[in-house]
């Protein structure tokens, strides 16, 4: 799948027009030449014809020009996934640069087991990272195969001869066929309407009303309109009016084009290969990079300290180093991007066993951090298939004329055939469905759009009167109509007549329909016909719809609401159909906004608005994105949940775009999230599911940080009041190993439900506050282990050095593996709330090594001995008063400073 929406949004001004200047040189004078040469001579320059290309051309051209896909991420080799992962991270970068330093200076084989240890830290971090995204990948990738775009194109096929031989050749014929976009060649013949991805490099042969929304390309935000005559004046290809380039989308119109260029050989893959890959950082990301520098900082500091104390105090400066780089180790927090990976990859596979799509992974975590939950009306509140009611005259009663011509605006319109016009052809029986098409002809249409809300088409009748059928929004149709069909008579339209026409209206809207108005003018025969003749149109009356809401919509809102998201409706349709449907689903309407008034608005006035408004209808595109920065503006993190032609623009200004299945290309590559099923319930479980993998990041990031703050105090201490080492440095990172070793486990931990009931966002002050807060209280209980160990267990002087070292590791191992059993929930641990049995089974499994290590015949090698038996005693109420106290300081910060 073409994922072009990222570009948008990704590509800097400067880098845009470099990477622009370079595509230009490549393929910029090609595309130019056709621009300036009329339609036939450009397909004769391609070697195509309208008529489309045979299935040998198709064959030669793949094979000679490749698939049509763009420089996109592609899957890399185990070995390169590796590398990659493993260089991108400044922290295994970090830790491989000291293991080497330990390993060439090293005297001891203990250092050569630190050294070991450090590379066994990395390993640990990049392949079990790697594995759990691969699981993952795997699962998206599955469903992101049920999700294709296809394009229209005209192409000669072989098609038997009724009542031929058998064994005669087939007969060729063009005709329009889907075909996936990757099979696109240059020489195609295809075909665009509203809502449609321009699939390649275009020369237009035919275009009606055609405007191209082109800022993935130039960064112009309004939509460009384009013809199909020769462009001479046009000095570069992207100012040739006749051209239309891949990564652009259609607005309105219609068009009939031949393709130039493909995949990579197109201007977008050009400017699209230097940028693949790249990401826009979310509040996420820049705050665990923060987290992390933080640390290193720490670090930074930190470790010259230590290394100075320990060198003049003990005048070992070899042994000085050693143990400033096991400390510089301790300090890093270098599992951090193994359990961001690792949490986001879990995520993307519990979202995929629910048929979610999730094409980025950090937007499960935006997912659950959204506050406020803005959502399309038609196809995403509401079910996909819409009922057509009612056909009425301008008084309210049932007429089969206006179900005709009705008919015949949507069975000839070449556009988006929407649910509606689906809803009309499906209501008319075949018999008229077929009486019509053999009397009327397709001779023009006016397309629709987002400002005019109808759209016409031109017929003639076997008689060869033409006729205008224009179809679309009551006030807009209304707008241009100036006469009325009363009782087969026509009158004009006076102003009681349309106090009555807009109330009848208005009863159908109050009656839950969704309604459009018709409107018909014989017209004068021309050679082509616009928007400018939408005028003077006679009103035959309106079709009303059912637009039921899906079943799950009520409850997905209800449990989004009690989840602390509000739901906010920003829809094309009218506010009266929408307070009904939103009466429907149990969205209370205190207020609703339209957009005429949203675009008299200035920015702060919107703002202001949004605090109190529920409903923002008969919305164009770019209202839309109006109304989504300015719930940015007042700090709320917005998803959009939309599905059509008018939802793209949207969907990208939102921090996480959520589209449908059946939703049009545009929305669906706009998107980062596609649902596969039609239960909107998956949003509740998507945002708890965000929720998840922040709460469980937080969890070590909380426990790193405290007892990192913590280690900085005892470190300093210990190596300013012992003659000796207070821990080894193959020690400190055996200790730093195995504590790392048990959070693994912390992606598998649930989460309290009172964390999980409102929004969660970035709050590195929160963080830092716990850090003052719980760190130095592991520095106390340390401080009491040197006291045990010193006084009383008399570890005090030469020879006694490893006796106090072993005694300190096995304190520092299990104070540290415990208390994130205490960190990782508000509530009372063990009792209101168990850690899962992962995190429960590896924390024990590393206590007894800790335990156990000491009287194994691995000690020597670690440079531990036994411990008396009244050291059991003191660390048992050591860690009991620790827990205890951190306990009581995390209440108390509950209290004071509101749910960790």
């Known amino acids: ?85 493993f260089i991108t991270s400044p922290i ?165 084009a031949v393709v130039v260029a493909t995949g990579a050989h197109t201007y977008f893959g050009a400017l699209a290969g230097s940028l693949v890959g790249q990401r826009v950082q979310t509040s996420f990301d820049k705050g665990v990079s923060r987290f992390a520098w933080l640390m290193l900082r720490f670090m930074a500091v930190m470790v010259p300290v230590v290394f100075l104390i320990n060198g003049l105090t003990k005048h070992d400066w070899y042994e000085a180093f050693m143990f400033a780089v096991a400390v510089a180790v301790g300090l890093t927090p270098e599992m951090l991007p193994m359990i961001v990976a690792i949490n986001l990859a879990k995520g993307a596979l519990k979202m995929a066993s ?60 070449t556009g988006l055939r929407n649910l509606l016009d689906v809803a009309v052809l499906d209501r008319t029986a075949p018999e008229t469905a077929a009486r ?51 009782d087969g008579e026509e009158a004009p339209m006076t102003a009681d007549k349309l106090t009555e026409v807009r109330a009848v209206a208005r009863d159908m809207n109050d009656d839950g329909f969704r309604v459009l108005a018709l409107g018909l003018r014989e017209i004068e025969v021309k050679p082509s016909y616009s928007r400018d003749d939408e005028k003077d149109l006679t009103l035959l009356g309106f079709i009303a719809f059912l637009d039921p809401p899906k079943d799950s919509a009520a409850e997905a809102i209800e449990a989004l609401n009690a989840n602390g998201v509000a739901v906010k409706i920003l829809t094309g349709d009218n506010d009266i159909v929408t307070r009904n449907v939103c009466r429907h689903v149990g969205i209370k309407v205190e207020k609703y906004l339209v957009g005429p008034q949203i675009e008299a608005m200035s920015d702060d006035e919107l703002t202001i608005a949004t605090r109190t408004t529920q409903v923002f209808a008969r919305l164009n595109p770019q209202q839309k994105v109006r109304v989504i920065q300015a719930l940015h503006r007042d700090n709320h993190v917005v998803g959009f949940l939309g599905d059509g032609i008018n939802d793209g623009p949207a969907l990208r200004a939102a921090d996480v775009g959520i589209s449908v299945d059946t939703a049009v290309d545009i929305a669906k590559e706009s998107a980062d999230i596609i649902l596969l099923e039609k239960s909107l319930m998956v949003l509740e479980e998507g945002v708890i599911e965000g929720r998840k993998v922040f709460g469980n990041v937080l969890k070590y990031i909380k426990m790193t940080a405290s007892s990192n703050f913590g280690n900085m105090f005892s470190m300093i201490g210990a190596s300013a009041l012992f003659p000796f080492l207070p821990m080894l440095p193959v020690q400190v990172l055996l200790n730093n190993l195995l504590y790392d070793f048990s959070q693994t486990a912390v992606v598998t931990d649930e989460v309290d439900a009172g ?130 106290l951190t306990q009581l300081v995390k209440a108390w910060m509950i209290r004071r400073f509101g749910l960790l």
């Open 1 to 85: 799948m073409l994922d072009f929406s990222i570009f948008s949004v990704l590509i800097p001004n400067g880098v845009r027009e470099r990477a622009k200047g370079e595509a230009a040189v490549r393929s910029g004078a090609e595309l130019l030449a056709l621009a300036h040469l009329d339609g036939p001579d450009a397909l004769a320059r391609l070697g195509a014809s309208a008529d489309g290309l045979n299935p040998e051309q198709v064959e030669a051209r793949l094979a000679e020009f490749g698939q049509n896909i763009v420089a996109q991420e592609k899957k890399k080799s185990f070995l390169r996934n590796i590398a990659e992962r």
């Open 92 to 256: 295994n970068i970090l830790l491989t640069v000291l293991a080497v330093i330990t390993w060439a200076t090293g005297e001891e084989v203990s250092d050569k087991i630190g050294a070991l240890i450090m590379f066994a830290m990395v390993v640990m971090a990049v392949f079990v990272a790697h594995y759990q995204e691969a699981r993952s990948s795997r699962a998206v990738e599955q469903l992101r195969r049920m999700v294709s775009n296809t394009a229209t194109v005209r192409r000669e096929v072989d098609e038997a001869i009724e009542g031929g031989d058998e064994d005669a050749l087939p007969k060729r014929v063009a005709k329009k066929l889907e075909v996936q976009i990757d099979g696109l060649v240059p020489g195609d013949i295809v075909h665009l309407s509203a809502g449609d991805m321009v699939p390649a490099d275009l020369r237009l042969l035919a275009a009606k009303d055609l405007f191209i929304n082109q800022s993935a390309l130039t960064g112009e935000s309004m939509p460009v309109e384009k013809f199909a005559g020769a462009d001479t004046e046009a000095k570069t290809a992207l100012e040739a009016r006749s051209l239309c380039f891949m990564g652009s989308n259609v607005i309105s119109g219609s068009a009939m």
């Open 354 to 413: 629910k048929d979610v799509i999730v094409k980025r992974l950090n937007a499960i975590q935006n997912f659950g951090a959204i506050d406020v939950l803005c959502t399309d009306k038609t196809g995403t509140l509401t079910q996909d298939k819409v009922i057509l009611e009612r056909h009425t005259d301008i008084r309210g009663d049932e007429n089969e004329d206006v179900l005709e011509y009705a008919w015949l605006n949507s069975h000839h319109q």
């Open 436 to 486: 019509l098409k053999s009397t009327y002809t397709l001779v023009d249409e006016v397309p629709f759009d987002f400002t005019r809300r109808r759209m016409s088409v031109i017929v003639h009748d076997e008689t060869g009167r033409h006729f205008l059928i224009s179809k679309g929004a009551v006030a807009e149709t209304v707008g241009v109509c100036s006469r009325v069909r009363d």
């Open 755 to 884: 964390y999980l009931a409102k929004p969660r966002q970035w709050d590195l002050r929160a963080i830092t506050r716990f850090m003052l807060c719980i760190g130095p209280i592991s520095s106390i209980f340390d401080y009491a282990t040197f006291a045990v160990m010193w006084f009383v267990l008399g570890a005090n002087g030469a020879g006694h050095d490893k006796l106090f070292q072993t005694g300190w590791f096995v304190e520092s191992l299990l104070s540290q593996t415990l208390i994130v059993h205490i960190i990782r929930t508000g509530r009372i641990p063990f009792v209101e709330s168990r850690a899962s049995l992962a995190l429960t089974v590896t924390s024990i499994a590393i206590c007894l090594v800790g335990v156990v290590l000491p009287f194994s015949p691995a000690a020597g090698w670690f440079g531990f001995v036994a411990l008396p038996s009244q050291y059991w005693l003191f660390l048992a109420a050591i860690l009991v008063m620790y827990m205890g």
